[in-house]
């Protein structure tokens, strides 16, 4: 179990790691079609390389010790915070996807688009992720 905790804690810390310098990316350019396409390419890239991986990684070691420990309430709830936070990673990578087909295509209109949603719901996965750690460093502390 001690493994399992420990994969999932790198994990989900290059999970994060990895929401936040998008993030800071994402949030920093300036809006010409160059740079909407470069960081298109290099969002695509990163999520493909880092973020898919370690999502999913996280996904693996949290049911593996899931299944190993009695369910309580509250460990329910982080698992469901945990599902939507990937859940809504998993809807994000697609938006990241047709986005790049936008910028790539030259359609900034749409791009804005799809732009505008990948944020929204890369909010909702960064809040559900950490709640998730809140309660996880809750249990862990009290156990």
């Known amino acids: 179990m ?4 420990f994969l999932h804690l790198v994990l989900l810390s ?4 990895c929401i936040i310098v998008e993030a800071i990316y994402e949030h920093s350019i300036d809006k010409t079609d160059g740079m909407r396409v470069f960081v298109s ?8 390389f880092i973020e898919i991986p370690a ?3 996280v996904l693996v ?3 593996a010790m899931a ?3 009695p369910m309580t ?3 329910a709830l982080k698992i469901v915070f945990g599902l939507i936070a990937i859940s809504f990673n998993a809807i994000c990578v697609g938006l990241v996807v047709r986005r790049l087909r936008h910028a790539e295509a030259a359609d900034f209109q749409a791009w804005e688009v799809v732009d505008h949603k990948q944020h929204v719901y890369g909010a909702v996965v960064l809040i559900s ?9 809750y249990l862990f502390s009290v156990a």
């Open 41 to 48: 390419r290099l969002h695509w890239t990163t999520d493909r």
């Open 55 to 57: 999502f999913v990684g």
């Open 2 to 5: 001690r493994i399992l905790l």
């Open 14 to 17: 290059a999970w994060l790691g």
């Open 61 to 63: 070691t949290g049911a």
């Open 129 to 137: 992720l950490l709640i998730a750690l809140g309660i996880g460093g």
């Open 73 to 75: 309430p509250l460990l």
């Open 67 to 69: 299944a190993q420990v």
